[in-house]
């Protein structure tokens, strides 16, 4: 091969990789290696690779082999979140079953994963919809039940009407499905859940272990999902009901405020309360209601609506009559499903007053107009006004003091309210796990024995699989009816699926042990690879899957099973491909295919391309880069590798000395480039050591030269990363067995990093006029002096200069 040809070196090189098996991890316990557990992602087999997967699998590569040139101990594995309505759906079109789709799209999916040439260790290959797999998502369910973790109830759920299924609060986006984009509607059902709320706390504190490892913005967006918020229970009477409705509020120093009291529309309560005469207006309002989102209810822009129940509450603390109204910005599901309304300090609440009359009272003196006249609520901020033993009191005393009074009067008490919800996992569709619980008429809901694990799938094909609002499972009644484990008598299987977000968020132990039989992961194995060092994948996850991951681990920490409460110490998020400014689409005609590309330009042209366009966490705009250059810059390359003429093992410091220093600063900066994720700048460092050692064979000491087989071979192996087949035929020009992606990480020599000599440029007016070598030690009084004496630069100078800019020892900056 004369010629830089990038087909031919991937037939080669991938068939000899297939042989080697150079990424394989080893379980050797005498291995003294560091071990590092490096993780993309999963993906889901819904196609062939697209032009994500090669960015968001190019970068995880980069940090997987340079730890493999480090000489770490290596986990990468690769697996398929394999459950799910994608397959199901192409099944009900094609007639046919779930799996034949599946697999053979995850068939696909791993000759191109090959062809792209990522350093998995193919032995831990795993998929969820195996049964081998999928046994241990009910295993662990059934130990979530065993602890209270695992339930069943009825209410309100998210239902998207076009998938036929519930969906859980995290899946809800803006209102719509956020797989199939469906406007989703409410519906009572009675479903399972697991407890997340009793992990809310925990999932808050521990996030100080991962500070400094995973983006800012994702534990940003993840408290404020988890939401937590301090406050007071308080317990309100309603006239003609014996129980008390407690109502959760952040600011119980504003109850003498509260002049009407609001009822989520959907709530069982406003069923029970109701007075006959307002029932006809209340079931008109409760059906037009449940049109809208979640969002929508909330929007802050949608005109307050509501219906007048009928009935009073009795304020605990004045003992005043407010008027209970049911409404729809009160969400069912948020702290206990109703409010007490304080009109001049809450903006929903002053709405709602001013468009049906009711009373506006200011408690908090802010110095503010009054918000009866001015329409605007006044902030919290304040003194306390018109509030009995609180008056004169500022926010924080008058919070405690009230508590006080309520927890003394048994009306009241602190607490601490949290926005996350139970994760409801229950799916009406067929293809995912099935739930391993059987319901007794006798002895209620009784788990599959684990001997009797995996309750497999029945073989439903085709129409059979239609959604029809309930799972079609239930129909499979051969599947469907079994004798109780308990009583011997006649039951039912559960007909409901889980969510796959289950499969995901513990596949990354199943990979430490994937052949394991006697439980869902090797704990011993766990050990020794746990936790995940580096997890790859996109920021649309940063609250399902991670949170959902994050939970599972604290439960299995608890139960024994793991000795780490987080799973992953360091996140890198990889932004989008986009093209033209716009999401890649077949409807805007600007969709881009990455094996076309990788057809057109070559493997490695693609990969470099990937990491060259920009930091990771940015997106991509195909428009703007140039796989063609890439190509060009990687026939640069391998130039290089062709033209050294020098053997092997040639003592390299009888080389030319600056072609050295140059290799050896390469070396320093992308060192610390990979371990920072400033993969593009560290590529920058590639072409520019490629470009000095394409100058010294052409133009300086030439071919022969030591320094000119150094600089060659820190190439090929930092190549690597970003280019594996380049890399692999350069280090075999360059005389060498074995793969370079274990040819061991170049160290740079610190008495080559010290530069005897930096080059200052120095400007008049703006535009450069001498350049001088000056030591990188100069101080700038030195240096000024000596740009000022340039006789190159006294020409442009008339007389002493209006401001002089030292930047030593880089750049003087003259203004004359």
């Known amino acids: ?218 534990l940003t967006m993840q408290r404020n999902w988890i939401g937590r918020s301090e406050g007071a229970d308080v317990q309100f009477y309603i006239e003609g009901r014996e129980e008390p409705v407690t109502v959760f509020t952040t600011r119980p120093d504003t109850l003498f405020g509260a002049t009407f009291f609001v009822v989520a529309v959907d709530a069982p309560l406003a069923d029970e309360i109701c007075a006959p005469e307002r029932r006809e207006s209340f079931e008109a309002y409760r059906s037009a209601v449940a049109k809208l989102s979640d969002i929508e209810r909330l929007s802050t822009e949608k005109e307050k609506t509501g219906v007048f129940l009928g009935r009073y509450a009795i304020n605990p603390v004045n003992g005043e009559r407010i008027p209970v109204w049911a409404a729809d910005y009160v969400l069912s599901d948020y702290g206990h499903g109703a409010i007490m309304a304080v009109p001049a300090h809450d903006q929903r609440d002053l709405d709602f007053a001013r468009k049906f009359g009711l ?43 009230i508590i006080d009074i309520l927890e003394a009067d048994g009306k009241g008490r602190a607490t601490v309210n949290f926005r996350l919800r139970d994760w409801l996992l229950s799916r009406q569709r067929f293809w995912g796990t099935p739930i391993p619980i059987i319901h007794c008429g006798d002895c209620g809901e009784v788990p599959v024995p684990d001997e009797q694990l995996p309750v497999t799938l029945p073989d439903l094909r085709g129409e059979a699989l239609a959604p029809k609002g309930v799972s079609p499972l239930a129909a499979a009644t051969d599947w469907v009816d079994v004798e109780c484990p308990k009583c011997g008598g006649r039951a039912k299987r559960d007909t409901d699926t889980m969510d796959t977000f289950v499969d995901s968020s513990w596949y990354f132990l199943r990979y430490c042990s994937p052949g394991y039989e006697d439980g869902p992961f090797d704990v011993e194995q766990v050990r020794k690879w746990g936790p995940i060092d580096q997890y790859v994948g996109g920021v649309e996850h940063a609250v399902l899957h991670l949170l959902y991951s994050r939970f599972f681990t604290k439960v299995l920490h608890d139960m024994g099973m793991l000795d780490f409460t987080e799973p992953f110490v360091r996140l890198l998020n990889q932004g989008q491909v986009i093209n033209q400014g716009k999401a890649m689409s077949k409807s805007l005609g600007n969709g881009v295919d990455l094996g076309e590309q990788i057809d057109a330009y070559g493997v ?178 030195e240096l000024r002096a000596l740009a000022l004496a340039s006789e190159k630069v006294q020409g442009y100078l008339s007389g002493e200069p209006r401001k002089v800019i030292v930047r030593a020892p880089k750049l003087v900056n003259i203004v004359p």
């Open 1 to 218: 091969m004369s010629e830089y040809d990038p087909q031919a070196l991937q037939a080669k090189w991938q068939q000899r990789w297939e042989e080697m098996e150079p990424f394989r991890a080893s379980e050797d316990p005498a291995d003294p290696r560091e071990r590092r557990y490096m993780l993309d992602m999963f993906p889901y087999p819904s196609g062939d690779l697209h032009m994500g997967h090669g960015e968001a699998f190019g970068l995880g590569d980069v940090v997987a082999r340079y730890w493999f040139q480090r000489g770490y101990n290596v986990l990468h594995p690769i697996g398929w979140d394999s459950f799910g309505l994608p397959a199901e759906n192409a099944a009900i079109k094609r007639n046919a079953h779930p799996a034949e789709w599946t697999y053979a799209n995850i068939e696909t999916q791993a000759a191109s994963f090959r062809r792209y040439a990522v350093s998995f260790d193919w032995s831990r290959r795993l998929h969820t919809s195996d049964p081998e797999y999928y046994k241990w998502n009910q295993w662990l369910f059934i130990r979530f039940f065993e602890r209270g973790l695992a339930y069943r109830k009825g209410g309100l759920v998210n239902w998207c009407p076009n998938d036929q299924t519930v969906l859980a609060n995290e899946q809800v986006i803006a209102g719509h499905c956020e797989r199939c984009g469906a406007e989703v509607i409410r519906r009572e059902l009675t479903q399972w859940y697991f407890k997340i709320t009793d992990y809310a706390q925990r999932l808050l504190d521990d996030m100080e272990q991962l500070e400094g490892g995973w983006p800012e913005r994702v």
């Open 604 to 781: 490695d042209a693609v990969r470099l391309t990937m990491v060259f366009a920009g930091p990771p966490e940015d997106d991509i705009d195909w428009a703007d880069v140039s796989p063609a250059a890439s190509q060009k810059f990687l026939a640069r390359a391998f130039r290089v590798f062709t033209d050294v003429a020098s053997e092997p093992g040639v003592p390299y410091d009888q080389g030319d000395l600056e072609l050295r220093r140059v290799t050896h600063r390469t070396v320093d900066e992308v060192t610390k480039l990979i371990e920072s994720y400033r993969f593009n700048v560290a590529v920058a460092r590639m072409m520019e050591l490629t470009t000095a050692a394409r100058k010294a064979i052409d133009s300086g000491p030439g071919p022969a030269d030591p320094a000119v087989r150094e600089a060659a071979e820190v190439l090929a192996i930092m190549l690597s990363l970003v280019a594996p087949y380049t890399a692999e035929e350069g280090w075999e020009r360059l005389g060498h067995t074995g793969t370079v992606a274990l040819a061991g990480w170049p160290q740079a020599d610190p008495v080559l990093l010290v530069q005897e000599s930096v080059t200052c440029v120095v400007q008049v007016a703006g535009k450069v006029r001498d350049r001088l070598e000056v030591s990188p030690d100069i101080s700038e009084e």
């Open 359 to 401: 009373p506006v009272r200011v408690v908090v003196e802010t110095g503010l107009p009054d918000p009866a006249e001015s329409g605007v609520a006044t902030p919290g901020e304040g003194v306390l006004v018109n509030s009995g033993p609180l008056d004169g009191l500022p926010k924080a005393e008058a919070i405690r003091r």
